[in-house]
């Protein structure tokens, strides 16, 4: 079964930057689709971005312009960076594949 290992979060404060990561423990060449969601405290979980196989993008509107997600298939692993960051970025990111979730890294942003 697939493990995925997600680090890079902190406190940071607004307008700052920070990079997470998301260690895949099988080959990502040929999986189709990787993406972030992040849960804030009180709220549902929701999808922050999507990488497919052939590198194509989407991203949530409230993020768009501020973070990008990539994957480097031969360290198997998948980055979001993070900038301009906002309180309201404030939550537990997940990296998701295949339906499974890793245990989730804390960002939380401040004043």
């Known amino acids: 079964q697939v493990q995925l290992v997600e680090s890079g979060g902190g406190l940071v404060q607004a307008g700052g930057s920070l990079r997470l990561s998301c260690a895949v423990s099988e080959s990502i060449f040929r999986i189709n689709a990787i993406n972030w969601y992040r849960q804030a405290p009180g709220k549902q979980r929701e999808m922050v971005a999507t990488i497919t196989s052939g590198g194509l993008t989407n991203y949530a509107d409230s993020v768009k312009g501020r973070f990008i997600i990539s994957r480097d298939n031969a360290k198997t692993t998948v980055y979001l960076q993070m900038n301009s960051l906002k309180p309201d970025d404030t939550a537990v990111y997940y990296c998701?594949?295949?339906?499974?979730w890793g245990q989730g890294t804390l960002v939380t942003v401040s004043l």
């Open positions: 998701n594949v295949h339906g499974l």
